[in-house]
């Protein structure tokens, strides 16, 4: 029992953890994933995605019973009804939440047993570039600061390790700081 | 009657929107926003992001009487247990309602009625980059596409332009392509 508790760290196992990537280290080609969502506008600013299957370890995975189902919006200053986060907002989402997630495996891995993390992201946007009204401003952040409180079992300078591995490894931090290219394709009826 | 129906397209008030245009081209000032988002980690890879404050157009707005709530996960096979979509799903809805919400604002500006718009984006990712596995595949997705239908009331020419307009306008998909600053602190207890 004592055995079966210590293969789970903070809520990962990690037996399952190194399987997994023993897997995928002796067959690379069980680590193409393709992660998929479809958005419909609904009226105004407010529009859904629905997020369900996606490709993975050599099939489409389909374990998911049910689709997960986001709503996006805008406030009332930006002609939006509140009909949810912004898409921006929706961007500082992702970078947190796998900024996060990396730290507690990297943690897990590292056999630190964290007790809280909570961060605090903000973007700053000069809304003339998506407005159309600046040619000097970009359309998006000019800059994000992410700001992480820590605490876990073990030293300072294990914490600050783990937390500067976890950047190192983020899939989203990665996109968000270097980009990626995006094409678009229209298809008229 | 007619005239007040008029000012309304695609669900976005056009006389607010070139009221709004107009206010911060006169005071450039309003254009500087901040958008904010805490995350907390709840167990492995669920963690938990509140979005309700924003600074924008000279002041705080505390316009939501309450916050955004969205929590974040990860498939089994990702060792996690479904508590969300995960952090790179949630980067495509970030671009697929920054996209579209962009789109209606256009159309609205350039009177085009839409009637659909539907967006199926998928992101291509090696995960053995965020796994730590290899050195030579990049963490995030090496690249997204994103195939839009669109249906309105203008000649295909048309629509056509205001998708191109949007994706110039998107900020999500400005930082999606080119990528942000971040800078990230720790505070240790």
């Known amino acids: 029992m004592a055995q079966l508790m210590e293969t789970v760290r903070?809520?990962?196992?990690?037996?399952?953890?190194?399987?997994?990537l023993d897997?995928?280290?002796?067959q690379p080609e069980l680590g193409v994933f393709q992660f998929r969502a479809t958005n419909h506008w609904v009226d105004g600013a407010h529009n859904r995605?629905?997020?369900q299957e996606f490709y993975g370890a050599g099939q489409v995975d389909v374990s998911r019973a049910e689709p997960f189902v986001i709503d996006a919006g805008e406030p009332a200053i930006l002609?939006?009804?509140?009909?949810?986060?912004?898409?921006?907002?929706?961007?500082?989402?992702?970078?947190?939440a796998?900024?996060?997630?990396?730290?507690?495996?990297?943690?897990?891995?590292?056999?630190v047993r964290l007790t809280e993390v909570?961060?605090?992201?903000?973007?700053?946007?000069?809304?003339r570039g998506a407005l159309?009204?600046?040619?000097?401003?970009?359309?998006?952040?000019s800059n994000i600061t992410v700001a992480f409180k820590v605490k876990g079992e073990a030293p300072e300078e294990k914490l600050r390790e783990v937390v500067s591995r976890a950047q190192q490894r983020s899939a989203v931090f990665d996109m968000v700081t270097h980009g990626v290219p995006v094409s678009v394709e229209v298809e008229l009826p």
């Open 132 to 141: 159309g009204l600046s040619k000097d401003v970009r359309n998006g952040f």
């Open 49 to 51: 995605t629905t997020i």
């Open 10 to 20: 903070n809520g990962v196992d990690t037996e399952q953890m190194y399987g997994t």
């Open 98 to 111: 796998c900024l996060t997630t990396s730290l507690v495996y990297v943690a897990a891995a590292r056999k």
């Open 23 to 26: 897997a995928i280290d002796a």
């Open 118 to 127: 909570e961060s605090t992201l903000t973007g700053d946007m000069d809304v």
């Open 79 to 96: 002609l939006g009804k509140d009909t949810g986060a912004n898409p921006a907002e929706y961007l500082l989402h992702a970078l947190a």
